[in-house]
Structure formats: C-alpha cells, structure tokens
C-alpha cells in the first residue's frame, strides 16, 4: 500500500459523458501527478500539481482538466469522453518536486468508455 | 516516439536463469528510476539513480546509470517466479519537472 488513494476504482460509461476521478496523496506529499497507461501509449504523463498551482503538464487534451484543493486531494476531470480514453489513469505524490524525488503511485482507475 | 526506449518488449525465462533489460536514450537524464508493476495495480519504486556510472543493488537486482546519464540497464541474477511483472523505466530530463517513462519490459519467470 503506497499511502496514494484512488476513487472509484473502476468506471463504465459512454462517449460524450463526462467523469470525475478522485485521487487522495501520501500524508505529507504536497506534489500530485496524473499519468495515463493505455496498452500503445504507455504510461504518459498528464499533470503536475504542486501545493495547489499547476507546475507542469504533459500530454493532457484539452478536453480534461485537473485541480488540487486546499486539503490537497485532486480530481481529475475528463469530458466529451471518446473510445480512445479508455485507459488506466494512475495519481502519484511526491514530497516536492525535485529531480530525485520518489513518487508513489495509486492502485489507479480503470476507465472504460463504450 | 518514446524519449526512452526498453529492450526487450517481452521476456519469457526459467527460474534460475538471468535476464538483463535495458533503458536506452538520447537524451541526458538528472535521474532514471526503475519500477515494477504488476496486473492491477500501480508502479512501484525499485531504485533511484542519479550519478553517471553509479551501480545500484537490491538483493539479486543490479541497476546501472550509464556514464554519460543517458541509459541504463536492469539485471536479475537467479530469477523467480515473484519477480513476473512490468518493469518500467522512467527518467527526468535535465531542466525538466515531468518524469518520461519507457514502455517497459514483461518479464515472465516459469516455475
């Protein structure tokens, strides 16, 4: 257990919805980070959230967005959704965010769009 | 076009054997980082490293930074079964905040 929660755990729905995932850092990590994990992309990194401001992003369409709340969780948010979205979507959370720090990862959600 | 490329895609080995999986890059990394993953879950952390030419062991793992920071290689001496998963190789560019990853390596140890 890497301390990194993940809601829901698994997602069906269908194109054009729009979804929320949740994710909850490690106790005392400030940093969190999206990726996607699709079977021909890999593990790609979406965004970066530091202490509540965006401090980099990645390969995220326009169509999603990401925030970091005051308590530090994150959500995720994923609209118009297209069959190509269909992906595990993993958050990860660091201390800060230099270049040797250690994220952990999320057991991930699993979204499925048909 | 991954910025860092894994050989090989699969391997398939015998306990006992050992295997070596490789991370390679034209780009200089200030990091590279090893994970494992298996079915279900997310990456775990197995080593960090972050000096040219620095070796790195964890029980039968070796882990190698390659001198020139833009490649390095994984080796399990006497594999087993519990070492079955995706490997992954991540690295942080110079000057850079994202961590890029690798598509990774399925090793599978047969009993």
């Known amino acids: 257990d890497s301390g990194v929660t993940q809601t829901p755990k698994h997602l069906i729905t269908a194109t054009g919805q729009r979804v929320t995932l949740r994710c909850s850092p490690r106790s005392g990590d400030l940093s969190v980070y999206w990726y996607q994990q699709s079977l021909d992309q890999g593990l790609q990194f979406l965004i970066q959230y530091y202490n509540g401001e965006e401090r980099a992003k990645g390969n995220i369409l326009e169509r999603f967005s990401a925030q970091q709340f005051p308590d530090l969780h994150s959500e995720l948010n994923l609209s118009s959704l297209e069959l190509g979205d269909s992906a595990l979507y993993f958050c990860?959370?660091?201390?800060?965010?230099?270049?040797?720090?250690?994220?952990?990862f999320g057991p991930g959600t699993r979204l499925l769009v048909l | 076009t991954q910025l860092l490329e894994q050989s090989p895609q699969f391997l398939s080995i015998q306990e006992g054997e050992n295997l070596t999986v490789y991370c390679n890059s034209s780009?200089?990394?200030?990091?590279l980082q090893w994970y494992r993953q298996e079915p279900g879950e997310g990456p775990v952390l197995l080593v960090t490293?972050?000096?040219?030419?620095e070796v790195k062991k964890l029980k039968r793992l070796t882990f190698q930074f390659g001198d020139a920071r833009k490649d390095s290689s994984l080796h399990i001496t006497a594999a087993q079964p519990g070492d079955t998963g995706l490997y992954l190789c991540?690295?942080?560019?110079?000057?850079?905040?994202?961590?890029?990853f690798g598509a990774g390596t399925t090793v599978t140890v047969r009993a």
């Open positions: 990860a959370s660091s201390v800060g965010t230099g270049a040797g720090e250690t994220q952990y």
């Open positions: 991540a690295g942080r560019a110079d000057n850079d905040y994202k961590l890029s």
């Open positions: 490293v972050v000096t040219g030419g």
């Open positions: 780009s200089v990394f200030s990091s």
